[in-house]
Structures are given as structure tokens and as C-alpha cells.
Antibody, heavy 119, light 108 residues
Framework: EVQLVESGGGLVQPGGSLRLSCAAS????????MGWVRQAPGKGLEWVSY????????FYADSVKGRFTISRDNAKNSLYLHMNSLRAEDTAVYYC????????????WGQGTLVTVSS | EIVLTQSPGTLSLSPGERATLSCRAS???????LAWYQQKPGQPPRLLIY???SRATGIPDRFSGSGSGTDFTLTISRLEPEDFAVYFC?????????FGPGTKLDIK
């Protein structure tokens, strides 16, 4: 069974940093591209970042470019999101999701981790 | 950046009725990269449709997707109580992924 489990969320002050992790199991992690998608309270979904299986291809949404860094450790079956210079508008539930290169969609999602940016 | 617009914002229907949800793109989208997701309160999104018209594993055949270019549709033929949720369309193109704002399907 595919499982994606996010961790690392919490309360952080504006301007602060946080690192999110996503532990993957039940599939060959290194063969899957991965992404982070966030959802502000009561709002819709916003794509944040994407990384290919071998970390060669990386994309960011304009709203986080230069502040967030996506990375992965295939030996540990883990995906990360390093978030710097956090703003109130970054407050959201952050989901990690696997991207199926055959069907070209986010086919599996974690339960999410809440990041709150507030003083 | 391709912007996705979904309509209606809220759709109020009764179980057994047919639901038609629209997703319109600001420029042409490859059908290969158009997907639909369902989200219930407190849960992550769940993949329903990929490639504009292919059902994901385990999705009942009352769900169907269609469309091309800039206009895509998700149809639920006969609503079941568990279908009342929020539905998002999503596309990938030019190194960017975008989601529509969602359509909330609620019980009339």
C-alpha cells in the first residue's frame, strides 16, 4: 500500500524557517517524481514545487521561488521542503504527492502537515 | 501561466441527480495533462480522472471526464451521498502546475 506521511509542520514566526519531510513507502520512490501542494485554511489547492526522481528537474511556483527548496533522498525514501523567509500567506496545510509519469497526475497524496506563520 | 476557472462555484443537487462540473482554461491545455480530484473535509485530495477522461483505479463508472482544448467537464451520472465534496481540476504545462478554484457539490 502506498503511504506518504508528512511531518515537520508547526508554528513559526514571520521571516523564520522550517523543513518539511515526507516519508514514502509502498512503491519504488526513486522512480516517481514528487511534488508539494498546499492549501490555505478554507481555500483551494496551490501547487508549490516539483522534483523528478533523480532530482534533475525541479520547478517552483512563482510565489515561493527563491525562498523554498525542494530536495529528496532516495536512499531514505524521503522528500523534503526547506522553507525560508516565511510569510503569513504561507500558512497552509502542505501535502506531498507522487506524480505518475505514465498518467501525468498526482496519483497519491499524504494527509498533510499544517504550517502556521504568525507572531 | 495557464489559469483554470471552474463553474459553478457551488452546485446544489439531490442524490440520484446528474452533476456537470466545468473547468475552463485561459489557453489550450493538453488533454494528457488534465486531471480531476475530489476532496472531502479534513481529507487530502483524491485522484478521480486523469488524461481528461480516464478514471483512476477504483473510481466508480458514474464518474466521467470529457473535453479538450480549453473546455473540460466532469460528469457524475447519478449522485451518491458520498459524492458531495469539493472537486478540483488541475493541469500541467510549461513547467507549471495549476489548480482550478474548485466546485463545491452540496446536498440540496
Amino acid at each position: 500500500e502506498v503511504q506518504l506521511v508528512e511531518s515537520g509542520g508547526g508554528l513559526v514566526q514571520p521571516g523564520g524557517s522550517l523543513r518539511l519531510s515526507c516519508a514514502a513507502s509502498g512503491f519504488t520512490f526513486s522512480s516517481y517524481n514528487m511534488g508539494w501542494v498546499r492549501q490555505a485554511p478554507g481555500k483551494g489547492l496551490e501547487w508549490v514545487s516539483y522534483i523528478s526522481g533523480g532530482s534533475i528537474t525541479i520547478f517552483y511556483a512563482d510565489s515561493v521561488k527563491g525562498r523554498f527548496t525542494i530536495s529528496r533522498d532516495n536512499a531514505k525514501n524521503s522528500l523534503y521542503l526547506h522553507m525560508n523567509s516565511l510569510r503569513a500567506e504561507d500558512t497552509a496545510v502542505y501535502y506531498c504527492a507522487s506524480w505518475d509519469i505514465g498518467t501525468h497526475c498526482f496519483d497519491n497524496w499524504g494527509q498533510g502537515t499544517l504550517v502556521t506563520v504568525s507572531s | 501561466e495557464i489559469v483554470l476557472t471552474q463553474s459553478p462555484g457551488t452546485l446544489s443537487l439531490s442524490p440520484g441527480e446528474r452533476a456537470t462540473l466545468s473547468c475552463r482554461a485561459s489557453q489550450s491545455v493538453s488533454s494528457t495533462y488534465l486531471a480531476w480530484y475530489q476532496q472531502k473535509p479534513g481529507q487530502p485530495p483524491r485522484l478521480l480522472i486523469y488524461g481528461a477522461s480516464s478514471r483512476a483505479t477504483g473510481i466508480p463508472d458514474r464518474f466521467s471526464g470529457s473535453g479538450s482544448g480549453t473546455d473540460f467537464t466532469l460528469t457524475i451520472s447519478r449522485l451518491e451521498p458520498e459524492d458531495f465534496a469539493v472537486y478540483f481540476c488541475q493541469q500541467y504545462g510549461s513547467s507549471q502546475f495549476t489548480f482550478g478554484p474548485g466546485t463545491k457539490l452540496d446536498i440540496k
